[in-house]
């Protein structure tokens, strides 16, 4: 049996080659890859998975608001709190609110912290790919206050204390329902943070003391999820162009083999025969990434969703 480019077999085993799988049992060979073609679809693929890394602290950090937000929405809504009540019970939620705030802000740091030294690692501390992301980062802190505010709480948590100390608590008399209603709002206390935080930048400092004295939490959360939403959407336009040349030339095989509803495309690597059994492994195409990706470049570039 002769092989393709006059490979032997052996070579022609361990080559890369394009296959169709089938409802994850059955695979056929579209043909073998040179090496060239081969490590432009493999170049494609990690960009695409890189983006996918990069776009994780994100989501944690999204998660982390939205957690803390639902936890301090249902108790102002709830009327559970209220003056006077036992003390053990008011202790148990403030420390569950700052064990969720504690971690909105872990996952802020490691948010930038990603960006700032997985880019340095990848591109070099000379990029424009490291010097863009720290633009963005200035912009989004110049032009938030929310940004400015966690970024200095995250400070005053790791070296001043607890951020969150006690609630503030209100009942009246409702006289068409005929009830007492539990009036709570969690708040920081803007003296508080300025008393204890002795190393406050000076200028954040008289800014904050401009501030209202007690600032609702779940306010500040809004504003710092669109201060978020700005940054990260600023790192994926920047990146959208050649993440999409990327979709292309990946979308460009799936066009050629004409796949069905119940195939997919995957590369087999490293094929071994071992007696009667031929052992492989298969990398697939990242389709779900691609789609994500190509819905972003609509909704960045057209202002629509596809």
């Known amino acids: 049996m002769s092989y393709p480019d006059g490979k032997s077999r052996e070579e022609y085993l361990k ?13 056929k060979v579209v043909r073998h890859l040179p090496i060239e073609e081969y490590s432009k679809i493999k ?5 695409i998975k890189l983006f996918e890394e990069d776009q994780r602290p994100f989501k944690i950090l999204c998660s982390n608001i939205d957690d803390l937000r639902k936890y301090i929405l249902d108790l102002e809504t709830n009327g559970v709190l209220k003056p006077g009540m036992e003390r053990g019970l008011l202790d148990a939620v403030l420390t569950e609110i700052n064990k969720l705030l504690l971690s909105l802000l872990t996952a802020f740091r490691t948010y930038n912290d990603h960006f700032e030294t997985t880019y340095n690692r990848r591109y070099g501390k000379e990029s424009e790919e490291l010097a863009s992301y720290v633009k963005y980062t200035h912009s989004v802190y110049d032009a938030y206050f929310a940004y400015r505010f966690f970024s200095n709480i995250r400070n005053f948590a790791q070296h001043c204390g607890l951020p969150i100390t006690h609630f503030d608590l209100r009942s009246y008399y409702d006289e068409k329902k005929g009830q007492v209603i539990n009036n709570s709002t969690v708040t920081f206390k803007r003296d508080e943070i300025i008393q204890k935080d002795k190393k406050m930048k000076s200028k954040f400092k008289e800014e904050l003391s401009l ?4 600032l609702r939490v779940n306010d500040l959360l809004n504003e710092f999820e669109e201060s978020i939403f700005t940054l990260n959407g600023n790192i994926i336009i920047f990146n959208l162009d050649k993440l999409i040349k990327n979709v292309v030339t990946l979308e460009n095989y799936l066009q050629d083999v004409n796949l069905k509803n119940d195939e997919m ?19 697939a195409f990242p389709y779900e990434i691609m789609h994500q990706i190509k819905c972003l470049h609509y909704e960045f570039k057209y202002g629509v969703g596809e």
């Open 211 to 214: 501030q209202p004295e007690q």
């Open 43 to 47: 170049t494609a693929i990690k960009e």
């Open 15 to 27: 080559c890369p080659k394009l296959a169709i799988l089938k409802q994850e049992k059955d695979l």
């Open 265 to 283: 495309l995957v590369i087999i690597k490293n094929q071994q025969h071992d007696g009667s059994e031929m052992r492989f492994k298969l990398e």
